[in-house]
T-cell receptor, first 112, second 112 residues
Framework: GDSVTQMEGPVTLSEEAFLTINCTYTATGYPSLFWYVQYPGEGLQLLLKATKADDKGSNKGFEATYRKETTSFHLEKGSVQVSDSAVYFC???????????FGSGTRLLVRP | DAGVIQSPRHEVTEMGQEVTLRCKPISGHNSLFWYRQTMMRGLELLIYFNNNVPIDDSGMPEDRFSAKMPNASFSTLKIQPSEPRDSAVYFCASNPGHTEAFFGQGTRLTVV
C-alpha cells in the first residue's frame, strides 16, 4: 500500500553542519510531495513542496528534489541553526484516494 | 483567513467521560482530516472527509470514536467513553484538494 519511509531520529548536529534527512515513498501514480515541520507545542507547518518529477522545493534554506526514478524526496540544508531544531515529516498527496500520507517524523536537534 | 481552528486547546477529563473535539476548517477547503499524534505511534490518520462526506474511517481505533461533519465549516471528533490510552494530541487539517494540508494547533487530550 501507499507509504512513506523516513530515516529514524533523533539526528543531532552542531550549528552550521550540513543536514540530510532521507525520505522515500511507495505510491501508485505520481503524488505531490511535501516536507512539514513541527516545532515544540505547535501544529505541523508546510516547509516545502514539489508537485512533479525533478521539481525542487525550497524554503528557509531547506531544499528537496522530487526524484521519480528513486521515489525519493530527501531534505537538505547546507548550514543548520539552533532554531531549526524540530520534528520533520515527509508526506505525499494522492489525487486518486484524496489521502495525505505521512512518514513517522525525524527529530532534529541542533546544538550551539 | 484565521487558518484551521481547533477547540479546546487542552482537555483533561476522567476516564469514562465523553469528550468532543471541534474543528473549523479554512473556508473553501473541501477536504478535512483528523489525526492523532502520540510518542509511541507517531502521527496517525483517523478519518477524512471530502465535501462533508466521510471517505475513509479505517484509522478510527474503535467504536468509541466517531466523527461528523454536518457542514463545510465544522467537524467534531467524539470519544465515548474515554480511556487513558486515548491521551494524545489530536490535529485537524484541511485542504482544497490535490495540494498541501493546513493544520490546526491541535487539542492536547489527557484522560486520567
Amino acid at each position: 500500500g501507499d507509504s512513506v519511509t523516513q530515516m529514524e531520529g533523533p539526528v543531532t548536529l552542531s550549528e552550521e553542519a550540513f543536514l540530510t534527512i532521507n525520505c522515500t515513498y511507495t505510491a501508485t501514480g505520481y503524488p505531490s510531495l511535501f516536507w512539514y515541520v513541527q516545532y515544540p507545542g505547535e501544529g505541523l507547518q508546510l516547509l516545502l513542496k514539489a508537485t512533479k518529477a525533478d521539481d525542487k522545493g525550497s524554503n528557509k534554506g531547506f531544499e528537496a528534489t522530487y526524484r521519480k526514478e528513486t521515489t525519493s524526496f530527501h531534505l537538505e540544508k547546507g548550514s543548520v541553526q539552533v532554531s531549526d531544531s524540530a520534528v520533520y515529516f515527509c508526506a505525499f498527496w494522492m489525487d486518486s484516494s484524496y489521502k495525505l500520507i505521512f512518514g513517522s517524523g525525524t527529530r532534529l536537534l541542533v546544538r550551539p | 483567513d484565521a487558518g484551521v481552528i481547533q477547540s479546546p486547546r487542552h482537555e483533561v477529563t476522567e476516564m469514562g467521560q465523553e469528550v468532543t473535539l471541534r474543528c473549523k476548517p479554512i473556508s473553501g477547503h473541501n477536504s478535512l482530516f483528523w489525526y492523532r499524534q502520540t510518542m509511541m505511534r507517531g502521527l496517525e490518520l483517523l478519518i477524512y472527509f471530502n465535501n462533508n462526506v466521510p471517505i475513509d474511517d479505517s484509522g478510527m481505533p474503535e467504536d468509541r470514536f466517531s466523527a461528523k461533519m454536518p457542514n463545510a465549516s465544522f467537524s467534531t471528533l467524539k470519544i465515548q467513553p474515554s480511556e487513558p490510552r486515548d491521551s494524545a494530541v489530536y490535529f485537524c487539517a484541511s485542504n482544497p484538494g490535490h495540494t498541501e494540508a493546513f493544520f490546526g494547533q491541535g487539542t492536547r487530550l489527557t484522560v486520567v
